[in-house]
């Protein structure tokens, strides 16, 4: 069954959708701000996975380059770099008990870059919870340069990638400080990240 759209009414089954501050930053740069309407004990980054190419409904939108004020705009998922809920009152994942924080670089086919911590199950590698993931992945302590005051956690679009490095265990805390060891990098090769090279074999 498929997620209704922004401010649909909700259908037998689903819980009622809450509006919610949520910015976008797209291909090339561009930052777009705004509500959506997303169902109260959903994670943003499963929430974004459920609509498959789809658009997202934002209302009272901001910056962006969308020409004259408007009272809505739809935001095409497959454009979006990531996108983060500005006050925290949306989670991004339901992180599994156990998972292991890693802390990762990100490159994007639009030639930008962010760094930040991934909960990888435990037991798996960067590459292998990579190559699982579909759609958007939650990675905290981002920092967005010129719009977020500090880092934030984001849900990632994995399609947008173009390489992602392992930069190793992350200890806990706000700093998200990197242990120095192992690397691993991923790169997207044919609509799938794949392992490019690694030293922890």
Do not use: Y
């Amino acid at each position: 069954m498929s997620t209704p759209l922004s401010g649909s009414p909700t259908r037998s089954g689903l819980a009622a959708a809450v509006p919610r501050a949520i910015v976008f930053r797209l291909r090339g740069g561009d930052t777009i701000a705004g509500t959506a309407f997303i169902p109260a004990p959903v994670a943003l980054a499963p929430f974004l996975g459920s609509r498959r190419g789809g658009l997202l409904t934002l209302a009272a939108p901001t910056g962006g380059t969308q020409g004259a004020p408007a009272s809505h705009v739809m935001v095409r998922l497959s454009s979006v770099l990531f996108c983060w809920g500005p006050t925290g009152d949306i989670p991004v994942e339901h992180v599994a008990a156990g998972a292991v924080r890693r802390k990762i670089a990100v490159t994007f086919d639009d030639g930008s870059a962010v760094e930040g911590v991934v909960a990888v199950p435990s037991g798996q590698r960067v590459s292998d919870f990579l190559a699982r993931a579909e759609d958007f992945i939650a990675v905290h302590h981002v920092t967005v340069p010129g719009v977020a005051p500090g880092a934030v956690a984001v849900a990632l679009n994995i399609d947008a990638v173009t390489t992602v490095r392992d930069l190793g265990p992350a200890e806990a805390g706000a700093a998200a400080r990197v242990v120095p060891g192992r690397s691993t990098v991923v790169q997207r090769r044919a609509s799938k990240l794949t392992l490019l090279s690694a030293d922890d074999l």
